[in-house]
């Protein structure tokens, strides 16, 4: 273990893998049951990214997300039963169960939302680091998106405008490699995507995205740069997406030698090897992951017991209401 982290943080970036590991692992039985409705992306594989980044923000701090975002709601601090309820579209969740997986969004957790629109998260958090300079508040905004968003405009656009406004934001290129089931070697030519943070003289750090330790250092630099008045940064985190791009998607386009190796070197597991060997005993890990199945289960029976939303309140919560009642 780096003597930069101290066992009280090695454990907390344990816990946090943890909770997304299992709460991943319990919706995709829940979805295969019909419990939960529409599309699922799990984030199962790539836990390590979303808690090294959000285990150095504060709740004041702004994070924006993807259409895989249940990981980066819980890394920012999000309570089981709460998102479960929404997953399940019920009246409980988050949002009431008007969001649901894709958009699900915690604005008081400093969680400005889960996002279908791929990209659509990158000027949402660039918006958001302009608003933190323009009020002369201390907040960071960090955006969390895939490789294949990195061929969108608006990741271009956000990168340029956050250069040369210096603006207080980080960019997290998760790289699992696949754009749905396109390889990134049909879409990009570029050898690594951190590259492209060159063109607006954006400073840009690769890392090992299975390895929380340094996930956790490398946006400990990002975030205190973009804090201090230091500007934003690039993050390529490269990673594995160990199940299909959505629940519906049985991977046939994979290398199956290739998958089997990413599911050997799990981030998870590395990390209680590391702490083990640090002196942390293995009862605490053992409570950490007790606690969590505890809580995971009280989740979901909350969510299986709450009501759904009542059809009289479609109306509540959004902003253009009118266009629904002229419709
Ligand atoms: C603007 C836009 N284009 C296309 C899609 C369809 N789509 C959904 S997810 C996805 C792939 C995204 O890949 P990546 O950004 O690498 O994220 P990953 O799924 O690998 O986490 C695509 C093309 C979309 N939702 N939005």
């Known amino acids: 273990m780096d ?35 529409g599309f699922l992306h799990t984030y199962i594989g790539e836990e390590a990214v979303a808690v090294g980044v959000c285990c150095n923000l504060t709740i004041e701090d702004k994070i924006t997300s993807t259409h895989r ?49 791929v990209a659509a998260g990158i000027p949402i958090a660039t918006g958001a680091a302009l608003t933190a300079q323009y009020l002369g508040k201390d907040w960071v905004a960090v955006s969390f998106f895939g490789d294949g968003a990195s061929n969108e405009g608006s990741f271009h656009e956000s990168l340029n405008l956050a250069s040369v406004w210096n603006l207080p934001v980080v960019f997290v290129c998760e ?5 749905e089931s396109t390889p990134r070697s049909q879409n990009q030519k570029i050898k690594d995507i951190a590259i492209r943070a060159m063109a607006y003289d954006i400073p840009s750090m690769i890392v090992d995205g299975n390895n929380v330790e340094a996930v956790y250092l490398a946006a400990r630099e990002a975030i205190t740069r973009a804090r201090t008045g230091g500007g934003p940064t690039l993050i390529e985190a490269k990673t594995t997406r160990w199940r299909g791009h959505h629940e519906a998607d049985n991977q046939s386009y994979r290398n199956k030698e290739e998958l089997k190796a990413a599911l050997a070197n799990d981030a ?4 209680a090897t590391q702490l083990l060997a640090a002196g942390v005993p293995q009862a605490t890990l053992d409570a950490i992951n007790e606690k969590t199945a505890q809580e995971l289960k009280l989740a979901i029976e909350f969510a ?18 009118f266009i629904f009642e002229e419709i």
């Open 69 to 117: 975002g249940h990981g980066h709601l819980i890394a920012k601090g999000a309570e089981f039963d709460k998102a479960m309820a929404e997953l399940f579209g019920k009246a409980t969740g988050y949002n009431k169960g008007k969001g649901g997986s894709m958009h699900i969004a915690e604005p008081d957790l400093g969680m400005l939302g889960a996002n279908a629109i």
């Open 304 to 321: 299986e017991t709450s009501p759904l939303p009542n059809p009289a309140d479609a109306n509540a919560d959004i902003f253009t209401p």
């Open 175 to 179: 790289n699992n490699e696949f754009a």
């Open 268 to 271: 998870v597991a590395r990390w």
């Open 3 to 37: 003597p930069q982290i101290s066992i009280e943080v090695g454990q907390r970036l344990y816990e946090m893998m943890v909770r997304i590991r299992k709460f991943e692992e319990a919706v995709v039985e829940l979805f295969a049951r019909g419990k939960i409705p």
